[in-house]
């Protein structure tokens, strides 16, 4: 806002003009408002003046603030004036003089208020105040609305909370938020607060990971205020998915209008959708597209165009086309997790210009959006693009596969999954390893350069040789450090596409090598084209959301055993049903109450969801298969007495909602950990790591908290309803990096009937699966920050009344033990060494 006037108003004050507004600061104060504020759109007869910091601190403003408005603000055509000094209101003797004194109405929030551009200056619950106050000369006080200008939705909201069953609803700046009750209530900078609110209708914000209620107890909330039209906002990974989203809307019986974040809370990737139609038949539409990647313009509302390549944003990502028509790929849902990439149409060319159009695209795109990305082809490569890529050295064959190295598995042909629009698993890597990129292959001279992802005519799958690690297209995209590929197979085409030639010598090896896969094992990563289609349809994984490991957990000899992170398999949930005898139906009836208190649950209708979830509640059970029992098999280098459990528990934790908050464990023995758990070494768990999310429990005589910032921990509360202690737990071979180890005096009178923390705590942030850590072991930014938040999670767990847990099996997983693990041990895990943080 351009500044107009200044003005030497009274004391050590300035009192400037911006456009319609003003602000008052102190002399010589930097200009802390130059950048960009939440300034309100100008209301007839109204002046808007916000106060300085620096003004704000200074004692003398209220003295100063009758002449300051006097001379440069009241006019003959001011009707009024809304001062933004945080808790003007609360004392309302000044604001009621300025009143009578100027015979003018006055305006003042009796706590802080919001200034962020899109906030509509909002000063209601969660601020510290009510909201504006409206001082009119010679009248008591009254309201004078939350928002600035006062939306015309704002009057069919409620100003403070109030709950339903199973659900607590709070005011927001951009309407109201529905959160689940055992949810904490959203602060000033929490995500729900930085939603920007919309003149024209109230926003339905739903709680982010963690928060998030059941999509019918949503529709009731909207129902009962008779919110019409309704925009949602979902902020967790949960209610963003097609099936959350579908089933709101069929509970409301109309459509809805999806305003999509720019990122949810895990900060995964930044969607195409800006806002979609989520139709009641459970269809959805793109109404907005963010804004276009550098190098591309805005074509219309839902795409964009960059030269003769144009780009349509359908619900599951981008579709780059160079012919007419919209595609059959927009009939795929959005995906919270990760997105598609579609090359051409159905039936149509896809040239060079068309690669060059998607490296384009790729290379302006954010690191952590390419790594969830997936690759479509729709269209046919003609023969000019056909042979740039021939004779370009594709990176599935630079290299042959290393010493050992099992040769790769080819596509089978199953029909029932053939969905060209549905989601592609990520390519394959060894169980607890990180997916690596390789190199990319470099071009022809005078050749375009494509992303090593674009340059094969065929889809790599890699495979593993001990601990060598693997390769995926998408990193080579990435620009990550690079090791050989393995071998590529073939991607699928047409049985008409297909040379006789090459038919009769590929299609005997890739059937005896189908041949041999085990019964169990989990199918090929990647669909395959109806031989009926005429064209193309390759599915390259240009990046994953997860690792996806092979089918079976894999075992070293004399080492842990690696668990594999990935869905299991019909075989060996058929497995796992038996061996589990008894305990299972008696667990059962804890996963079938669970699926009917819980909608978002039911909706997972695959047939293996309840052997997945049954496998969890026996991990956390007394029984067999339970958490003493399982870990000292895992770290032994076996799968565990009931055959199935491991697969089954592994893929039961994927469906469980991740938790983002602190994580207490505790142990009985602190001593000597001084040096065992310095800032920034690593700490690895073989086995599941089990933590409480509660932090108001203690376990009897520990002497030790250890607070983990968690990365993958899925929380359990969901399935086991009712616990004295909500637990969660973090997938095998999780890594922890170690911040600090804080220790605090004695307080003399402590209470000495009353369960208190222990002195000492260790506080750790969880690595990402695929994370790379400093040789130095110094602590990073991202350390600080997670070290800042656990401060504070410790410190109210310290000032708190706690409860004492002395459940056996629940004390035994909160206090087992660690291992610290070298980076050179990952083969040998024998020279690690056991860090006890538990009797």
Not at 440 to 455: D, I, K, R, T
């Given at each position: ?307 003769q390549v144009m780009a349509d944003v359908v619900p599951s ?186 038919e009769q010598k590929e299609l ?332």
């Amino acid at each position: 806002m351009n500044r107009d006037t200044v003005d030497q108003g009274a004391g050590d004050f300035l009192v400037e003009r911006r456009g319609a507004h003003v602000l008052i600061r102190r002399i010589g104060e930097a200009d802390a408002q130059a950048g960009p504020i939440g300034w309100p759109e100008p209301v007839d007869g109204h002046v808007f003046v916000l106060v300085s910091p620096g003004a704000a601190k200074d004692g003398s403003l209220i003295t100063a603030l009758p002449a300051l408005l006097h001379r440069s603000v009241v006019a003959k055509d001011v009707e009024a004036v809304r001062i933004a000094l945080p808790g003007l209101g609360r004392d309302p003797f000044v604001p009621q003089a300025l009143a009578d004194a100027l015979d003018i109405e006055i305006f003042a929030p009796d706590g802080a208020f919001i200034a962020e551009p899109g906030a509509l200056l909002y000063a209601g619950h969660g601020t510290g105040g009510t909201g504006w106050l409206r001082f009119r000369p010679g009248a008591p006080a009254c309201p004078g609305g939350r928002r600035y200008p006062v939306p015309a939705w704002e009057t069919a909201i409620p100003a403070t909370p109030f709950g339903v069953p199973g659900a607590i609803v709070e005011p927001v700046p951009a309407g109201l938020l529905v959160r689940r009750p055992d949810a904490s209530s959203p602060a000033l900078g929490d995500v729900a607060f930085s939603v920007p609110a919309d003149s024209s209708v109230a926003k339905i914000v739903v709680g982010g990971e963690g928060a998030a209620p059941a999509a019918g107890l949503v529709s009731i909330v909207v129902g009962r205020l008779s919110l019409v039209p309704t925009r949602l906002v979902p902020l967790s990974t949960t209610t963003s998915t097609h099936a959350w989203l579908s089933e709101f809307a069929k509970s409301l019986s109309r459509d809805v209008v999806v305003e999509i974040p720019p990122t949810d809370v895990k900060k995964r990737y930044r969607p195409f959708v800006a806002k979609l139609l989520q139709r009641a038949d459970g269809g959805q539409k793109v109404l907005e597209a963010v804004v276009p990647p550098r190098g591309w313009q805005r074509r219309d509302a839902f795409g964009y165009r960059r030269g003769q390549v144009m780009a349509d944003v359908v619900p599951s990502g981008l579709v780059l086309r160079t012919g007419a028509g919209a595609s059959v790929a927009s009939a795929a849902p959005f995906d919270p997790e990760g997105w598609t990439l579609y090359l051409g149409t159905a039936g149509d060319p896809i040239g060079p210009e068309l690669l060059s159009g998607a490296e384009a695209l790729l290379g302006e795109l954010a690191p952590e959006t390419r790594k969830v990305a997936r690759l479509e082809l729709l269209g046919l490569l003609d023969d000019k693009t056909r042979n740039l890529i021939d004779r370009t050295p594709a990176i599935a064959t630079r290299a042959g596969p290393p010493a050992g190295t099992k040769r790769a598995e080819p596509v089978q042909r199953q029909e029932e999954q053939v969905r060209p629009s549905a989601p592609v698993a990520a390519p394959q890597a060894a169980e607890g390893e990180a997916v690596r990129p390789v190199a990319e292959a470099p071009s022809p001279q005078g050749a375009p350069v494509m992303p090593a992802a674009l340059m094969v005519s065929s889809a790599p799958v890699p495979t593993m040789s001990g601990s060598t690690p693997t390769a995926t297209a998408h990193e080579a995209v990435a620009g990550v450090p690079q090791v050989p590929p393995a071998p590529a197979v073939p991607m699928s085409v047409t049985r008409q596409e297909i040379p006789a030639e090459t038919e009769q010598k590929e299609l005997p090896e890739a059937a005896s090598v189908a041949a041999a896969r085990s019964e169990d094992s989990a199918p090929a990563p990647m669909p395959v084209v109806e031989e009926t289609r005429t064209e193309v349809l390759a599915h390259a994984a240009v990046g994953a959301r997860e690792p996806v490991a092979p089918s079976e957990s894999r075992v070293v000899p004399g080492t842990a055993l690696v668990v594999a992170d990935r869905a299991s398999t019909a075989a060996e949930q058929t497995r796992f049903t038996a061996a589990a005898g008894d305990e299972y139906g008696e667990a059962l009836a804890t996963v079938n109450a669970a699926l009917a208190t819980w909608p978002s649950m039911r909706g997972q209708t695959d047939s293996g969801v309840k052997a997945d979830y049954v496998a969890v509640c026996l991990y956390l059970g007394r029984g067999r298969g339970g958490f003493g029992d399982l870990n000292t098999a895992v770290r032994g280098g076996v799968a565990g007495e009931i055959d199935g459990q491991v697969s089954c528990l592994a893929s039961g934790l994927r469906r469980l909602p991740t938790h983002r908050r602190a994580v207490l464990r505790q142990s009985k023995d602190a001593q000597g950990l001084e040096g065992t758990i310095a800032p920034g070494s690593i700490l690895t768990e073989p086995g599941f790591l089990v933590g409480s999310m509660d932090l108001d429990v203690t376990v009897p005589d520990a002497d030790l908290d250890v607070l983990i910032w968690p990365a993958s921990a899925r929380r359990t509360s969901e399935l086991l309803i009712g616990q004295p202690v909500n637990e969660v737990v973090f997938f095998a071979g999780a890594r922890f990096k170690a911040l600090a180890l804080r220790a605090t005096e004695p307080v003399d009178g402590e209470p000495g009937d009353e369960p208190t923390a222990p002195r000492v705590a260790a506080l750790f942030r969880e690595l990402a699966p695929d994370e790379t850590v400093a040789a130095s072991g110094e602590l990073d930014e991202h350390d600080l920050a997670v070290l800042a938040k656990l401060d504070r999670a410790l410190e109210r767990r310290r000032r708190g009344a706690l409860r004492l847990i002395e459940e056996p099996g629940l004390r035994g997983r909160m206090t087992s033990s660690l291992y610290e693990w070298h980076e050179d041990v990952s083969s040998s895990p024998a020279k690690g060494q056991t860090v006890t943080l538990a009797s």
